[in-house]
């Protein structure tokens, strides 16, 4: 079964500095999908960025960006320029075509002013 | 683009009274729909999920039930709510936007008294 794991419960960053988040998973497939969500007080899942298991190039989206390592089973993500706005729970997910999510455990993000 | 829309946003029962929690999606057709429950603190849980209309799978045997009567359209639906239904719920879809996405409404946060 795949499995997702995020090893920081908690971490924090000082505003407009650079934080990463780790996540690593377990699967026997080739191809997959890899998300980062966001989820602020509201507890709305926002979608932050995305990663196609068969392309090799890292996402990116604005101060956002991946780090994917598929031999090593390893999508962490990094924060650039990090504003208050950017404190919540993230969560990664993997999902294998239209099947269900499956989430780490979450890694709260506290954003020190 | 796609649109996602749910509601009531929040909502408050008594215990022993029906429930109905409504999903619509915009902008594609046959998504793959999804209910998850978020109990405080904890991750999702996948409740049921549904890859065309009248077709549901139930993933944990529960006070629950789901039915999807048109393409776009996911309900929710209890007939006697228990105080263990009480959590978050949110509906999500996945298909092809562009690229392969996985997205969730803004959810319902439900209150069994």
């Known amino acids: 079964a795949q499995t997702v794991t995020q090893s920081q419960p908690e971490m924090s960053v000082q505003e407009a500095e650079t934080v990463t988040l780790s996540c690593t998973y377990d699967t026997s497939e080739s191809d997959y999908y890899l998300f980062w969500y966001k989820q602020p007080p509201s507890r709305q899942m926002i979608l932050v960025i995305r990663q196609e298991a068969y392309k090799q190039q890292n996402a990116t989206e604005n101060r956002f960006s991946v780090n994917f390592q598929k031999a090593a089973k390893s999508f962490s993500l990094k924060i650039s320029d990090s504003q208050l706005g950017d404190a919540a729970m993230y969560f990664c997910a993997y999902v294998r075509g239209n099947e269900k999510l499956t989430f780490g455990t979450g890694t709260r993000l506290t954003i020190i002013p | 683009s796609q649109t996602i829309h749910q509601w009531p946003a929040t909502l408050v029962q008594p215990v022993g009274s029906p429930l109905s929690l409504e999903c619509t999606v915009e902008g594609t057709s046959n998504p793959n729909l999804y209910w998850y429950r978020q109990a405080a603190g904890r991750g999702l849980q996948l409740l049921f999920y549904?890859?065309?209309?009248?077709?549901i799978s139930s993933e944990v045997p529960q006070n629950l039930s789901a039915s999807r009567p048109q393409d776009r359209q996911f309900i929710l639906s209890s007939k006697k709510l228990l105080l263990s239904d009480s959590g978050f719920y949110l509906c999500a879809w996945s298909g092809w936007d562009g690229n392969y996405g996985y997205t969730f409404g803004s959810g319902t946060r439900l209150t069994v008294v």
């Open positions: 549904s890859v065309g209309i009248g077709q």
